[in-house]
Antibody
C-alpha cells in the first residue's frame, strides 16, 4: 500500500534551517509529483510547492520563494523540504502529499504523510 | 491571486444532510477537490475533480460544482463526520486551498 512517512518533530531557533524528509513506499517515487503543505496551529492549509522527483524540477509558492528548497534522493525514495531563515510564524505541521496525476502535476492530493511538527522558538 | 471562500462552520443534526460550500470566481471552470481533516490527523481526500469519490469513501459523500460555487454534500451525517473540510483548486500553476469549514454534528 502507498505510504508517505515523514521524519520526526523538530525544534529550531529563529534564523536556523530545518530539513524534513518524506519517504515513499508502495509505489515508485519518480512516478508522481510530491507537494509540501503546512498548517500553523489552529489555521488552515497552506501550499508551499512541488517537486517532480523524476527530474528534480520544482515550483515554489511565491510566499516561500528564496527560503524553501525541495530536493529528492531517488535511491532511497525520499523527498525533502528545507526551510531556511526560520521565524516564529513558521511554527507549523508540515505535510508531504502525492499528486494523483502521476507524471504531470495539477490534480488532487491522494496520499499524505503523517505530518512533521516544526517548532521555532528562542 | 485566486481566492476560495468557505463558511467557518456548519452544523448538522445526526442523520441529516450537511452541505459545505466553496466559492470562487468562475469556480465551475475548475476542478475542485475536497479534503476531510480530523484533529491531530493528516487531511484525507474525500472528493476529487468535483464529483468523484476515492475508493473507501462512503457514498454518503458527494460533490457538485457550477457557476461560482462548489458544494460538498454529506448525507445521513454521522458523528464520525465531524471534522474540518477544505476545498482545493489549481490556478495558474498554483495550489489554492479554501480557509476550511468546521462541521459539527449535533
Amino acid at each position: 500500500q502507498v505510504q508517505l512517512v515523514q521524519s520526526g518533530a523538530e525544534v529550531k531557533k529563529p534564523g536556523a534551517s530545518v530539513k524534513v524528509s518524506c519517504k515513499a513506499s508502495g509505489y515508485t517515487l519518480t512516478d508522481y509529483y510530491i507537494h509540501w503543505v503546512r498548517q500553523a496551529p489552529g489555521q488552515g492549509l497552506e501550499w508551499m510547492g512541488w517537486i517532480k522527483p523524476k527530474s528534480g524540477g520544482t515550483n515554489y509558492a511565491q510566499n516561500f520563494q528564496g527560503r524553501v528548497t525541495m530536493t529528492r534522493d531517488t535511491s532511497i525514495s525520499t523527498a525533502y523540504m528545507e526551510l531556511s531563515s526560520l521565524r516564529s510564524d513558521d511554527t507549523a505541521v508540515y505535510y508531504c502529499a502525492r499528486d494523483a496525476s502521476g507524471t504531470t502535476s495539477g490534480d488532487s492530493f491522494d496520499y499524505w504523510g503523517q505530518g512533521t511538527l516544526v517548532t521555532v522558538s528562542s | 491571486s485566486y481566492e476560495l471562500t468557505q463558511p467557518l462552520s456548519v452544523s448538522v443534526a445526526l442523520g441529516q444532510t450537511a452541505r459545505i460550500t466553496c466559492g470562487g470566481n468562475n469556480l465551475g471552470s475548475k476542478n475542485v477537490h475536497w479534503y476531510q481533516q480530523k484533529p491531530g490527523q493528516a487531511p484525507v481526500l474525500v472528493i476529487y475533480r468535483d464529483i468523484n469519490r476515492p475508493s473507501g469513501i462512503p457514498e454518503r459523500f458527494s460533490g457538485s460544482n457550477s457557476g461560482n460555487t462548489a458544494t460538498l454534500t454529506i448525507s445521513r451525517a454521522q458523528a464520525g463526520d465531524e471534522a474540518d473540510y477544505y476545498c482545493q483548486v489549481w490556478d495558474s500553476s498554483t495550489v489554492v486551498f479554501g480557509g476550511g469549514t468546521k462541521l459539527t454534528v449535533l
